[in-house]
C-alpha cells in the first residue's frame, strides 16, 4: 500500500462563507446546474464562489470515461437536458459574470459527443449576456476536427483544452485521451485564430525536463496560455500523489514558460484550469 504523503501548509485552502458565495451557491443549485468546482473538489471553490464566478460544467455529472485523477463520477450517462443551455445563460446573467466559463463532461456515448450541445450552450450566453466574454474547457472530441470546427464557430474568445501531465505519464492517468490527440485538438485552435489555453497538474511523477519538454510541445502548436497545479488526490480511488512541489519550484515554472514565450502563466499550488481564468480574456 502506497504511504500518503502529508499535506504541506502552503496547500491550506480557503472556505467560502459570505454572502455572495451563498448567493451563488443558491443561483447553481436553483437551475439545478452541475459545476467542475464541486465535481472535482476544486481547491478554490470558496474564493472563486465568495466573489461571485463558478465554472459550469454541462452534459450531466456523469462522465463516460474513467481518468485515475478525476473525481466526477463515471459511467453511463443521462440524456442531455434541453433546457441546460438557457439555464446556464440565465445563470450567468444572475451572477453578472463578466467572463463565463464553461467545461463539460465526455460524452462518448453521444453520435456528435456533445459537440451540438457546446453550441447551443456558448450562443445562449451570447445571445442573454452579449457583454460576457466566454471560454470553454473542452475535451478531445476523440480528435475529431469538424467536431472542434463547430464550437470554433460558436466564437467563444477562449478555447482551452488540457494537456493534464507530461507524455510520460499520460497513458497511466488519462483514461481515453492521448497526449497527441490533445496537441492535435490545440493546434486546430490556435490555427482558427482563437486564443488557445492548456493546463497541467504536477506532482505525479513528473521530472523539471519532462514539464518544459510540454511546454516546447504546446508551444508549437502556437498555445498562448499555460495554467499550472498542484494534483491533489480527491478520493481513495485516485491515483495518490507522488510529491508536493514547492512554492518556489511554481514559480520557476512560471519564470521559464514567460521566457519560452507563453503571453500568460498561472503557476502555483492551488492553480486549476479556470483560476483567475477572467484575466486571460
Not at 458565495?21 to 464541486?38: A, D, M
Request: proline content about 5%; some cysteine.
Amino acid at each position: 500500500m502506497t504511504e500518503r504523503l502529508k499535506k504541506p501548509d502552503w496547500l491550506k485552502i480557503r472556505l467560502g462563507n459570505n454572502e455572495q458565495f451563498t448567493r451563488t451557491k443558491q443561483i447553481v443549485e436553483g437551475h439545478c446546474l452541475h459545476t467542475i468546482c464541486t465535481s472535482g473538489k476544486c481547491p478554490n471553490m470558496g474564493e472563486c464562489w465568495s466573489r461571485g464566478t463558478a465554472t459550469f460544467m454541462i452534459g450531466g455529472d456523469i462522465c463516460t470515461r474513467s481518468c485515475r485523477f478525476c473525481n466526477t463520477k463515471t459511467g453511463k450517462p443521462f440524456p442531455l437536458n434541453p433546457d441546460e443551455p438557457a439555464n446556464i445563460a440565465e445563470s450567468v446573467r444572475l451572477m453578472k459574470l463578466k467572463h463565463a466559463v464553461i467545461t463539460s463532461v465526455d460524452r462518448d456515448d453521444l453520435p456528435d459527443l456533445g459537440a451540438s450541445h457546446w453550441v447551443k450552450t456558448i450562443r445562449a450566453i451570447k445571445t442573454a449576456n452579449p457583454n460576457t466574454t466566454v471560454e470553454v474547457l473542452i475535451p478531445d472530441f476523440q480528435g475529431r476536427m469538424e467536431l472542434i470546427d463547430q464550437v470554433i464557430a460558436a466564437t467563444p474568445e477562449i478555447i482551452s483544452h488540457n494537456m493534464e501531465t507530461v507524455r510520460r505519464i499520460s497513458p497511466q492517468v488519462r483514461s481515453a485521451a492521448k497526449y497527441e490527440t490533445s496537441l492535435a485538438v490545440l493546434a486546430r485552435i490556435a490555427e482558427k485564430s482563437v486564443t488557445a489555453k492548456t493546463g497541467i497538474m504536477v506532482g505525479l511523477g513528473e521530472t523539471e525536463k519532462e514539464v518544459y519538454e510540454l511546454m516546447d510541445d504546446v508551444l508549437r502548436c502556437h498555445v498562448s496560455v499555460l495554467t499550472i497545479g498542484q494534483y491533489l488526490q480527491p478520493s481513495r480511488r485516485n491515483i495518490t500523489v507522488f510529491e508536493y512541489v514547492t512554492p518556489e519550484r511554481f514559480d520557476k515554472y512560471r519564470a521559464v514558460a514567460l521566457e519560452k514565450g507563453f503571453k500568460m502563466v498561472e503557476s502555483a499550488p492551488l492553480v486549476r484550469s479556470s483560476y483567475h481564468a477572467e484575466k486571460h480574456v
